[in-house]
């Protein structure tokens, strides 16, 4: 355990897996009390997640650490608000809140897409965001303090084919951002986005399984490799830390610098 986040606590939405489950993980281990708010507590099957067969918040009691599940729909404000209650009761403080929870509907052409896939991504990214953020500004703002840190994704900078609905969601998570930004730095509260490309989560493995997918998504990037759960959480960490105390309204892309575009890569001799 360091000591970067001591005495802090933090709400973390999606939290069961993948991005949410790493950075609750890391928060933990800096000393943050975490509270995993997702619709179930088991870790999703397929992913690449530290003890799977522990539950995230099994997992940071193991490590020491304080943390408790709160089911929670991000898209129901009555769930949003009770995960909140429930942070405060158990550890009496809220200081950061991280919106990770998120879907992905893509592989059809807009015109083929349904209102469902739609909704879904709306629902859970953009109104997750909004449910979320809302209920902790109530929080931040009477005690003149507070960091949301919004997980995003490259999707919200650029658009990538056959997946609209999420491309929109993610460019309004952004918008969200920024406005938050603009209107609560005033009452000292910090807002900030990371944008992860396609990286090692349950979501991409069967692409990550698959060399000839693989070597495509690796010669995209001028890093040339996938990216990990840890390297999006040390960034979180970042941002909800006092190391960050001056970045604000910041989108911060952990792409491995795929935005730059294609890298030229000489031919093998």
């Given at each position: 355990?360091?000591?970067q986040?001591q ?10 897996s993948?991005f949410g489950?790493?950075?609750a993980v890391?928060f933990?281990r800096?000393?943050?009390?975490v ?5 179930v ?5 397929g992913?690449?997640?530290e003890?799977?067969?522990?539950s995230?918040?099994a997992?940071?009691r193991?490590?020491?650490g304080q943390a ?7 898209s ?5 608000e009770?995960?909140t209650?429930e942070?405060?009761?158990?550890f009496?403080?809220?200081d950061?809140l991280v919106n ?6 893509g592989?059809t052409?807009f015109?083929e897409s349904s209102?469902?896939?739609?909704d879904?991504c709306f629902?859970?990214?953009?109104k997750?965001?909004?449910h ?6 109530n929080?931040?703002?009477?005690q003149?303090?507070?960091v949301?840190v919004?997980?995003?994704s490259?999707?919200?900078?650029r658009?990538?084919p ?5 491309n ?5 998570q952004i918008?969200?951002?920024r406005?938050l930004?603009l ?6 509260v910090?807002?900030n986005a ?5 990286m090692?989560?349950s ?5 990550f399984?698959?060399p ?5 998504v690796?010669?995209?990037?001028p890093?040339?490799?996938?990216g990990?759960?840890d390297?999006?959480?040390?960034v979180?960490?970042f941002?909800?830390?006092d ?8 989108i ?6 795929e935005?730059?575009?294609?890298p030229h890569?000489p031919?093998?001799?």
């Amino acid at each position: 355990m360091d000591k970067q986040l001591q005495g802090r606590v933090a709400i973390v939405t999606g939290a069961s897996s993948g991005f949410g489950r790493g950075i609750a993980v890391r928060f933990a281990r800096a000393g943050a009390s975490v509270v995993i708010a997702d619709l179930v507590e088991e870790t999703a099957p397929g992913n690449f997640d530290e003890r799977p067969e522990l539950s995230t918040a099994a997992l940071i009691r193991e490590l020491g650490g304080q943390a408790l599940f709160a089911k929670c729909d991000v898209s129901r404000k009555n769930d949003v608000e009770a995960a909140t209650s429930e942070a405060i009761a158990a550890f009496g403080r809220l200081d950061i809140l991280v919106n990770n929870a998120g879907v992905w509907r893509g592989m059809t052409p807009f015109h083929e897409s349904s209102e469902a896939d739609f909704d879904a991504c709306f629902n859970v990214i953009v109104k997750g965001t909004f449910h979320a953020s809302r209920a902790a500004l109530n929080i931040f703002i009477a005690q003149q303090s507070g960091v949301i840190v919004n997980i995003v994704s490259t999707a919200g900078l650029r658009v990538y084919p056959l997946q609209l609905a999420y491309n929109s969601a993610k460019h309004a998570q952004i918008g969200m951002t920024r406005s938050l930004a603009l209107e609560y730095g005033p009452s000292g509260v910090r807002v900030n986005a990371i944008c992860p490309t396609g990286m090692k989560t349950s979501m991409n493995r069967q692409a990550f399984e698959t060399p000839a997918i693989s070597e495509m998504v690796e010669r995209s990037r001028p890093l040339g490799r996938w990216g990990e759960i840890d390297e999006v959480s040390e960034v979180a960490l970042f941002l909800a830390s006092d190391a960050a105390s001056f970045v604000h309204g910041s989108i911060i892309p952990v792409d491995g610098g795929e935005l730059l575009g294609q890298p030229h890569r000489p031919a093998p001799r």
